[in-house]
């Protein structure tokens, strides 16, 4: 079935600087999904990208959609303190109602 | 605007009790899901429902009922809670531009003792 391979799992960044995260399948997405999950709370959605090549912002955040339909990355420019959580890349699975989600990759800003 | 929300967002339970997990979103949207969330694990689909009187069972449907009692609500039930039912329930609906993306409840923290 298709996955999702989310790469760093892990990062420490300090505040101030850029971060990207990324990821991939080996299999086509028609839509990819980033979320933010803090600690104890649900995921909410912070960009939705439709179209291959697309490449959509949300403040300090920017989302790709891969040409290929394959990969897509998130980018978050200037971390701040509250940047701190786990993002998760998520695409609906080909001819189900069901989703694919990532691994997670979970960012931990230094001061 | 409430969006998805879940009760209640901290329960703990006996073995064998019983309790349903109740959702309801208010976007009007068709589809709705049952994920659980456990350290290390990641969500996975319990059970999911694509429309109104329908539902399917997802990966893990095991020890779990679901009933969708309109397009609003869809509850999850524990007939006979056992602790390795303990893990954190999100709920979550489909909808969005192009009915794909998925917009999630604030979870229900369950402990089985």
């Known amino acids: 079935g298709q996955q999702l391979n989310q790469s760093p799992q892990s990062m420490f960044i300090q505040e101030g600087e850029d971060v990207s995260m990324n990821c991939t399948s080996s299999s086509i997405f028609n839509t990819w999904l980033w979320y933010k999950q803090d600690p104890g709370e649900g995921p909410v959605l912070l960009i939705a990208?439709?179209?291959?090549?697309e490449l959509t912002s949300n403040g300090r955040l920017t989302a790709q959609f891969g040409i290929t339909r394959k990969d897509s990355f998130l980018n978050i420019s200037a971390s701040i303190p509250s940047d701190v959580g786990i993002y998760f890349c998520a695409g609906p699975e080909t001819g189900t109602y069901k989703y694919i989600f990532g691994t997670g990759t979970r960012l931990k800003v230094l001061a | 605007n409430a969006g998805v929300t879940q009760t209640p967002k901290f329960q703990v339970l006996k073995t064998g009790q019983s309790m349903t997990l109740q959702c309801a979103q208010d976007?009007?949207?068709?589809?709705m899901y049952w994920y659980r969330q456990d350290p290390g694990m990641g969500l996975r689909l319990i059970y999911y429902s694509a429309s109104e009187g329908t539902t399917d069972k997802g990966e893990v449907p095991n020890g779990y009922n679901v009933s969708r009692l309109n397009k609003r609500e869809f509850s999850l039930r524990l007939e006979s809670a056992a602790p390795s039912q303990t893990s954190v329930y999100f709920c979550?609906?489909?909808?969005?531009?192009?009915?794909?993306?998925?917009?999630f409840g604030q979870g229900t923290r369950l402990t089985v003792v």
């Open positions: 990208l439709y179209k291959a090549g």
């Open positions: 976007m009007n949207h068709n589809s």
């Open positions: 979550a609906s489909r909808g969005g531009q192009l009915n794909t993306e998925a917009f």
